[in-house]
């Protein structure tokens, strides 16, 4: 038991789970490749920015594709290390306990395991997309693309906590 009374629990990984892990880590990789095998022909300026509508509305140096990968690294990297301590999670149930600790823990690493494998998507996404502008085979990112990015946010999101609620009635 740690502080605030929740069980440690040491999690035993699924296959799915798994798999998640090996496609995150690998799409990540994916992401950093692509960057470093187009880096050398990039113009000196290249779009970093878009707006909702997905039209790039904002420029700067190639260096700056750089931050895409980064960024995307450091969240991977922290969302890893925080899913090893699912005891300090918050929670829609009123107590964790020695009984549901097992259940609500799965769950809720499983959640921070696929938001990890979206946001990798998604920033594979950017750099694809402003890989394809810099090409001219693209404009913007697309109108679809800030709908498709809420989507796959904030659906999991709504799945588990819906899937958490409900196994706190049973």
Same mark, same amino acid.
């Given at each position: 038991m740690n502080k605030n009374g929740?069980?440690?629990?040491?999690? #035993?990984?699924?296959?799915?789970?798994?798999?998640?892990?090996?496609?995150?880590? !690998? $799409?990540?990789?994916?992401?950093?490749?692509?960057?470093?095998?187009?880096?050398?022909?990039?113009? =000196?300026?290249?779009?970093?920015?878009?707006?909702?509508?997905? #039209?790039? =509305?904002?420029?700067?140096? #190639?260096? $700056?594709?750089?931050?895409?990968?980064? %960024?995307?690294s450091v969240l991977y990297v922290g969302m890893t290390i925080l899913n090893k301590f699912p005891h300090v999670f918050n929670y829609p149930t009123e107590a964790v306990t020695e009984?549901?600790? !097992?259940?609500n823990y799965t769950m809720?690493?499983?959640? %921070?395991?696929?938001? #990890?494998?979206?946001?990798?998507?998604?920033?594979?996404?950017?750099v694809f997309m402003t890989l394809q502008n810099i090409n001219g085979t693209a404009e913007g990112l697309g109108v679809w693309f800030l709908?498709?990015?809420?989507?796959? %946010?904030?659906i999991p999101i709504t799945y588990y906590i819906i899937k958490l609620v409900k196994a706190k009635h049973t």
């Open positions: 929740r069980p440690k629990l040491a999690l #035993k990984l699924s296959g799915v789970d798994i798999g998640m892990e090996l496609l995150g880590w !690998l $799409s990540l990789i994916g992401i950093w490749v692509l960057v470093f095998l187009n880096f050398q022909n990039l113009p =000196d300026t290249i779009p970093i920015h878009f707006n909702a509508a997905g #039209k790039a =509305d904002g420029f700067g140096s #190639k260096w $700056s594709i750089l931050t895409l990968p980064i %960024i995307a009984e549901n600790a !097992l259940k809720a690493t499983r959640l %921070i395991r696929v938001l #990890k494998l979206m946001l990798v998507i998604i920033f594979g996404l950017i709908p498709l990015t809420l989507g796959m %946010i904030f």
